[in-house]
């Protein structure tokens, strides 16, 4: 599955974004989908994921109350609402895919996805 992240861009703080993950060659619904950012000078960090189903989500718990994770496997895509935006959240975000999964299963290590999006931007401004 190639994955196209989308939706990036500079934001100042206490905004919102809304960034989008679009995937292409296989049906989204096979797979749980996570976000990963990565800020300059550090390391990958995993922000949310959604299980196949959707029926289950985790975020890290930084974003927790202000992130929100979803998918619409009819459009083959993959969202996270982003608000009550801080400079803390500047980073490259990735969308990732992780397959032969039960439909309820989440996990929350880089290494558990397959496949990953080039990433976009999101800069937030104090």
């Known amino acids: 599955v190639q994955l196209q992240a989308s939706g990036g861009g500079l934001v100042q703080a206490g905004g919102s974004l809304r960034l989008s993950c679009a995937a292409s060659g296989r049906t989204v619904s096979n797979y749980a989908m996570g976000w990963f950012r990565q800020a300059s000078g550090k390391e990958r960090e995993f922000v949310a994921v959604?299980?196949?189903?959707?029926?289950?989500?985790y975020y890290t718990n930084s974003v927790k109350g202000r992130f929100t994770i979803s998918r619409d496997n009819a459009k083959n895509t993959v969202y996270l609402q982003m608000n009550s935006l801080k400079p803390e959240d500047t980073a490259v975000y990735y969308c990732?895919?992780?397959?032969?999964?039960?439909?309820?299963?989440?996990?929350?290590?880089?290494?558990?996805?397959?496949?990953w999006g080039q990433g976009t931007l999101v800069t937030v401004s104090s």
């Open positions: 959604i299980s196949r189903n959707g029926g289950n989500t």
């Open positions: 990732a895919a992780e397959r032969g999964i039960g439909v309820g299963v989440v996990h929350t290590t880089a290494r558990s996805y397959d496949y």
